[in-house]
């Protein structure tokens, strides 16, 4: 299965809405998308095939076909950096609407960077990651791609309400600390470097792959970045 992502410059409609076109054709990334912290944002699909683009972190999957175009809008609530991803379209995906979301359970917060990836932190560097509604109830696995002698950690989502915090997990020779933490909807988690070697903080379980169960294999095609304003 051959295809690209080419994405143009970023325009602002009246109503403030972000909107990005994407073509999918062949065999290159031309450039990753990026955002600002709660940008609505309209992304417009065109493709040479059908297909299911995957945007990782966000949960959100819109099936793609064969010169038409397919749109998805959100808004961008959390902060990092998360794949896109394409697999080949099931026979029962051809029977739901373009752009139809679809929703996962804890198993798809265990894929290797689905929820989020950090740049490589360097000693003293941090990364932070804010808890949006849909993890309410989850917990969400991760560890230092970097360094896997970093025993990884869970992030565990209550249903509970409460005043938004920062929450600082510490990076450590061996260990984050603390290892586990339990946060609300609408915290910041936030990840410090205290080692002497570089780290890079992904959700997932260590050494999980990116394909599907079964035959259906997700490809990583591109990153959308979203900044923190």
């Known amino acids: 299965m051959a295809f690209s992502i080419t994405s143009c410059s970023n325009e602002v409609s009246s109503k403030g809405v972000v909107e990005i076109p994407i073509e999918i054709s062949k065999g290159k990334i031309d450039s990753e998308i990026t955002l600002s912290h709660r940008d609505k944002v309209k992304i417009t699909v065109t493709s040479d095939q059908d297909g299911v683009l995957h945007i990782h972190g966000y949960d959100i999957k819109v099936d793609v076909f064969e010169n038409k175009s397919s749109v998805v809008e ?9 794949k896109l991803a394409l697999h080949e379209m099931s026979d029962g995906d051809h029977d739901h609407d373009h752009g139809h979301k679809k929703s996962h359970g804890d198993k798809e917060y265990d894929e290797h960077g689905a929820v989020f990836s950090s740049k ?10 804010k808890i949006i509604e849909k993890f309410k109830g989850s917990t969400i696995p991760f560890h230092d791609h970097m360094q896997h002698s970093v025993k990884p950690g869970n992030i565990i989502v209550t249903n509970d309400l409460g005043e938004s915090r920062n929450v600082v997990i510490q990076i450590n020779d061996g260990s984050f600390t603390p ?6 909807v609408g915290e910041i988690v936030i990840w410090e470097n205290n080692t002497g070697k570089k780290a890079a903080i992904t959700s997932g379980l ?8 079964g035959h259906e294999k997700e490809v990583i095609i591109g990153n959308m970045k979203v900044l923190p304003n």
């Open 74 to 82: 959100f808004v961008a609530e959390a902060t990092g950096l998360f």
């Open 120 to 129: 490589v932190l360097n000693p003293n560097d941090s990364f932070s990651f």
């Open 179 to 184: 290892n586990q933490v339990t946060v609300n």
């Open 206 to 213: 260590m050494g999980e792959s990116d394909n599907h169960e």
